[in-house]
C-alpha cells in the first residue's frame, strides 16, 4: 500500500521529519483495527513501512509505502485469512486521522481541517 498526502500538508515534512514515524505507527494501528474488525478477534502481525520524500521526477512528494499481510495471527497463533480491505473506508479513515495528527500538532488550524 502506498499513503500520500495531499499538496497543501507536504511542506510540513521538510520541517518535522518526526512526522513520518508518528504516521507510520498510526499507519500500522489502523491497518490492525481494520484486520480486528474483518476477523471478529484479535490478530497480532507485523509489517514493514518505509518512507519516501521524493516521487516521479525527484519531486518532493513526501509518502508512505507499506508491506502488510493479507491476515494476521489470532492469540493460539493461527493465521487467519482476511479478505481485501474496503480501500475506500480505508482511505478516509487514513485522511481523518491525518487530520487528527495535524491538528494535535497545531501544524493546521480548523479553517484547514474542515476545507
Known amino acids: 500500500m502506498v ?12 520541517h518535522h521529519r518526526t512526522l513520518y514515524g508518528e504516521i507510520a505507527r498510526q499507519v500500522y494501528a489502523m ?15 507485523a509489517a514493514v513501512i518505509a518512507y519516501a520524500s521524493a516521487g516521479q521526477f525527484a519531486r518532493f512528494n513526501p509518502h508512505l509505502h507499506a508491506i502488510v499481510l ?6 493460539s497463533g ?5 479478505p481485501r ?3 475506500a473506508r480505508l482511505s478516509q479513515y487514513f485522511r481523518g486521522s491525518m487530520v487528527a ?4 500538532r497545531q501544524l493546521i488550524n480548523e479553517r484547514l481541517a474542515s476545507g
Open 3 to 14: 499513503f500520500t498526502f495531499p499538496k497543501v500538508l507536504r511542506g510540513f515534512f521538510r
Open 101 to 104: 495528527l495535524f491538528l494535535k
Open 70 to 75: 493479507e491476515g494476521d495471527f489470532d492469540p
Open 85 to 87: 480491505l474496503d480501500l
Open 31 to 45: 491497518i490492525l483495527r481494520f484486520y480486528n474488525a474483518a476477523a471478529g478477534c484479535r490478530l497480532h502481525s
Open 78 to 82: 493461527r493465521f487467519v485469512h482476511v
